[in-house]
């Protein structure tokens, strides 16, 4: 069974900085691709950054290029975002995703964690 699980969020003030964690287990192998999402209310939810397993390719949203850095840890499908310079407008769920080989089903699949908050408020 895949999970994947967030950590990292909370309250922060514009300026500061977090580090999120996602862990994902279950997979085969090393999953495909790995991404960040965020989710707003009554917003769709929108790509933040995502990063390939097999040559490390790295993806931003134009909104945090420069301010936020993905990076994963080889051979245990845990990705991390670090999130410096923080604004108001970066307060959303942060959502994480993963897509790999399930051994199990002989397929690949998505997979989604639950969420971590992050709130960006003086």
């Known amino acids: 069974q895949v999970q994947l699980v967030e950590s990292g969020g909370g309250l922060v003030q514009p300026g500061g900085s977090l580090t999120l964690t996602c862990t994902a287990s279950?997979?085969?192998?090393?999953?495909?691709?790995m991404t960040w999402f965020s989710h707003e209310p009554l917003k769709v939810r929108e790509l933040v950054a995502s990063?390939?397993?097999?040559?490390?390719?790295?993806t931003y949203a134009d909104s945090v290029e420069g301010r936020f850095t993905i990076s994963r840890i080889e051979g245990k499908n845990t990705m991390k975002l670090q999130m410096d310079s923080l604004k108001p407008d970066d307060t959303a769920v942060y959502y994480c995703?993963?897509?790999?080989?399930?051994?199990?089903?002989?397929?690949?699949?998505?997979?989604w964690g639950k969420g971590t908050q992050v709130t960006v408020s003086s």
């Open positions: 995703y993963a897509r790999g080989w399930v051994q199990a089903r002989q397929a690949t699949m998505d997979f």
């Open positions: 990063i390939t397993s097999v040559d490390g390719r790295t």
């Open positions: 279950g997979f085969t192998a090393d999953a495909e691709v």
